[in-house]
């Protein structure tokens, strides 16, 4: 069965640190990828997404994430996090447009100030 | 642009009773999921439809859970008879398959309560 995983479940960091999540995922061929982030009590949005071309994404909020076929992975990163960060983040993926979207467990970002 | 609107967006209710979620589409768009989120359980995707008409039902939970799409701007999620377990936040999402990469876009979601 298709899956995604995100391997940290909470994450800790002050500001100013750098951020980098994991994801990674069992499909084979090709998939188009994505990130979303939630902030407390509100809906899912898009973060950054990839299909095609350069495997190094930049999405909004200073976010990037590197697609690495080889290793099945899809991080996210962002050099230095703000108190704003503090959400949570969700990995996806589909076998293309149409397809259904498989999200991972989540990531909860807490960033002290 | 008016994105995926539900509604309610609080709906508080008693054990046993009936509860009817509703969800309105980006105008367009010809896929409609409803997830359910839980922290137990994180996003649960329950039932998706194509053009109306539904293609995997399979995380429904249950038969108290039915799921309709009469028209291509609107869809219901109806629980009857409602247990404290249905407790989470419903969301509602759509995207347009024919172009771009499935992208889903989320409605704010219903926060559900069984008393």
């Not at chain 1, 809906?43 to 590197?66: M, T, W």
């Not at chain 2, 309105?24 to 996003?43: A, E, N």
Request: with cysteine.
């Amino acid at each position: 069965a298709q899956s995604v995983s995100q391997h940290n479940h909470h994450v800790i960091l002050s500001e100013a640190a750098s951020l980098e999540l994991g994801c990674n995922y069992s499909y084979g061929g090709t998939v188009n990828l994505f990130w979303y982030v939630q902030y407390p009590g509100q809906h899912l949005q898009l973060l950054l997404k990839y299909f095609s071309g350069d495997p190094l994404v930049k999405g909004i909020k200073g976010f990037e994430a590197e697609f690495i076929k080889s290793k099945f992975s899809f991080n996210l990163r962002k050099p230095s996090v703000q108190w704003s960060d503090t959400a949570e983040y969700f990995c996806a993926v589909n076998k293309g447009a149409g397809n259904m979207l498989t999200f991972g467990g989540g990531t909860r970002l807490m960033v002290k100030p | 642009d008016a994105g995926v609107i539900q509604s309610p967006r609080h709906e508080v209710t008693e054990m046993g009773q009936e509860v009817t979620l509703r969800c309105k589409p980006i105008s367009g768009h010809d896929y409609l999921f409803w997830y359910r989120q839980t922290m137990m359980r994180g996003l649960e995707l329950l039932i998706y439809f194509n053009n109306n008409v539904p293609i995997d039902d399979s995380g429904m939970p249950e038969d108290r859970f039915s799921a309709k799409m009469p028209n291509a701007s609107f869809s219901t999620l109806k629980i009857q008879p409602s247990e404290p377990r249905d407790s989470a936040v419903y969301f509602c999402a759509s995207s347009l398959a024919g172009v771009g990469t499935g992208e889903l876009f989320f409605g704010e979601g219903s926060r559900l309560t069984v008393l």
